[in-house]
Nanobody, 127 residues
Framework: QVQLVESGGGLVQAGGSLRLSCAAS???????????TGWFRQNPGKEREFVAA????????LYADSVKGRFTIARDNAKNTMYLQMNSLKSEDTAVYYC?????????????????WGQGTQVTVSS
């Protein structure tokens, strides 16, 4: 497992943008791309849902239909950090956002494939 720490959440008006960051401990992402990475989100009383994923090689991205065209996942291996750029935010994007890493998957949309999680960062979009 790796240690992941999210940052960048906050309050934004509908139509605005935010960029979430997820810093990994050690040389997690710089060590030959050993991890697939992803972002998930969750609201109280609801299940955690997939938002975006980046393959181990960094060559393939996956997005939930609800964010496709508005969100972009990226990873900077040299900085050991992954990002989620969120544009054209909507009130329904309000949630706690979690970054995650999967040590045994090439890429995945499934929660159960991820074995390391950050603590979450709150994103609130006001309408």
């Amino acid at each position: 497992q790796v240690q992941l720490v999210e940052s960048g959440g906050g309050l934004v008006q509908a139509g605005g943008s935010l960029r979430l960051s997820c810093a990994a401990s050690g040389r997690t992402f710089s060590s030959g791309s050993r991890y697939a990475t992803g972002w998930f989100r969750q609201n109280p009383g609801k299940e955690r849902e997939f938002v975006a994923a980046l393959s181990r090689s960094g060559g393939t991205t996956l997005y939930a239909d609800s964010v496709k065209g508005r969100f972009t996942i990226a990873r900077d291996n040299a900085k050991n950090t992954m990002y989620l750029q969120m544009n054209s935010l909507k009130s329904e994007d309000t949630a706690v956002y979690y970054c995650a890493a999967a040590s045994s998957s090439i890429r995945s949309m499934k929660i159960e494939d991820y074995d390391s999680w950050g603590q979450g960062t709150q994103v609130t979009v006001s309408s």
